[in-house]
């Protein structure tokens, strides 16, 4: 405690293990090969303003394992209203699009967000976003705006400007951990200096790009999603599709789409908790941790994923891959996982199958 604020210290460590099994037409498609890498390594300071009106800080830095350098993640300032139940963060931040991809990626119960996500929603987007509440009409509302005037050199800077909106409906939420989500989210935004490229890995991180439309000419698009999700104590099933439309002649104005659809169980009995402000699951907390005697938070999933970029005059492929995996929580801020996973690629006039064998080490705090 400064006086003027307070000031909080955290910190995220990620090392990815694969290897692959692929058939030939999978080789000649797009051949992986087995590694070990350093996913990320970040940083988070945060903290509070001793003001009368609430007023917040974050400031994340991260060390990015594949370009082997630094960028500024979630960073910005968010003060609150709670007279209109609103909240504005101004900075760098999710641009709100899909629960899936709002939620902490370190807390995340798949091995990897769909492929859908990774190809069209960037991780971060610097800008303003309206968060508000409604809890008596159990809704929840963001909108956003967000430009590229300071990411610019960003990879996650695909866009020259985009505007998100996502409403969120809670019909239940009880006592008994029961809680039913539904949303609608979609976006308007213009490709980053008239150009746009889909891409996207096979939800594995040291794999290369399995779907891949190159780049095409194209000054605006929209994109629309839904999302569903039921959780019942230790239970929850869900998912999200999305649909993105591209105004771009030449390439035939072609629809892209994806989703994916999930089980997941903590056999240990925890229950995910729930962000009520911004409409996202939280972290799993074990009742009783390993260094306390206790078993950890034990957690399987089950994920099927897919994705279409074949439209128009473009080709880039179509993919799906199902995934059991398992999650061992030792405490709130260690974690061990192990994923299995099947996929078949349909693009270059092949069908090509991979399985995917991998490993994680998640330390965060």
């Known amino acids: 405690d400064f006086g003027f604020t307070t000031f909080r210290i955290g910190y995220g460590f990620l090392v990815d293990f694969m290897t692959f099994v692929q058939d030939e037409a999978a080789e000649e498609q797009a051949k992986a090969d087995p590694g070990i890498g350093l996913r990320d390594f970040r940083l988070m300071f945060r903290g509070k303003f001793k003001t009368e009106r609430p007023f917040s800080w974050t400031m994340g830095i991260m060390y990015d394992g594949n370009s082997k350098d630094w960028h500024f993640r979630q960073t910005g300032v968010m003060v609150a209203f709670p007279e209109i139940h609103s909240n504005f963060f101004i900075g760098r931040t999710k641009e709100g699009y899909s629960q899936y991809k709002y939620m902490v990626g370190y807390d995340i119960w798949t091995i990897e967000r769909s492929e859908f996500l990774d190809a069209f929603i960037p991780i971060m987007a610097d800008g303003i976003k309206w968060i508000i509440d409604m809890p ?14 300071l990411s610019e050199e960003e990879k996650f800077a695909t866009y020259d400007h985009q505007f998100v909106g996502r409403l969120v409906y809670l019909p239940i939420v009880t006592e008994k951990a029961q809680l039913v989500h539904v ?16 891409k996207s890995k096979p939800e594995a ?23 569903a999700y039921f959780r019942n104590g230790s239970w929850l099933f869900g998912g999200e599709y999305g649909w993105q439309w591209m105004d771009a002649p030449a390439a035939g104005d072609p629809m892209f789409h ?3 659809l999930a089980a997941v169980w903590l056999v240990t009995g925890e229950t995910r908790g729930y962000n009520m402000v911004s409409g996202y699951f939280k972290e799993v907390i074990p009742t009783r941790t390993v260094f306390e005697g206790g078993p950890g938070a034990i957690e399987l ?5 897919y994705i279409d970029l074949d439209d128009g005059n473009l080709t880039g492929g179509k993919f799906w891959r199902i995934t059991p995996s398992v999650k061992w929580h030792l405490m709130d801020y260690l974690r061990v996982e192990l994923g299995y996973g099947y996929g078949v690629l349909d693009r270059f006039g092949l069908e090509g199958k991979t399985q995917f064998f991998q490993g994680r080490i998640i330390t965060a705090l």
């Open 183 to 198: 949303a609608v989210m979609g976006r308007d935004v213009k490709p980053d200096e008239g150009q746009f490229r889909a």
């Open 301 to 305: 999933a089950l994920n099927y994923s």
């Open 205 to 227: 991180y040291l794999a290369p790009n399995y779907v891949d439309t190159g780049t095409f000419a194209s000054d605006h698009a929209r994109t629309l999603g839904v999302e």
């Open 258 to 260: 994806g989703g994916n």
């Open 136 to 149: 008596k009409h159990h809704l929840l509302l963001n909108l956003g705006w967000f430009a590229d005037g």
